[in-house]
């Protein structure tokens, strides 16, 4: 998903030698190492936008978000609220 966003080619686009593409692959999981190890004091969406208060752990911002999720299909599709 976040490649779609970045400039550049497809690794199958590129005639890559195998240490070339060995290197780039290592970058990769560098830079991909660098966005797991990101950490917060709350979890949800945390953008400007806030359409939900930020949670503790993430499993309770899942929550939050699923709950929210069946509710808005719920009324779109006219079927009784389910509660988590």
Do not use: C, N
Not at 20 to 45: C, I, K, P, S
Not at 47 to 60: E, F, N, T, Y
Not at 65 to 81: C, D
């Amino acid at each position: 998903m976040i490649l779609e966003w970045l400039p550049g080619r497809r690794l199958t686009e590129l005639d890559l030698s195998s240490a070339a593409e060995a290197q780039m692959l290592r970058q990769v999981g560098q830079a991909l190492a660098a966005v797991h190890g990101l950490t917060a004091e709350r979890y949800g969406y945390l953008g400007a936008h806030r359409p939900m208060a930020p949670q503790p752990d993430w499993a309770s911002a899942f929550t939050v978000m699923w709950s929210a999720l069946l509710k808005q299909q719920s009324v779109r599709l006219a079927l009784p609220v389910l509660s988590l």
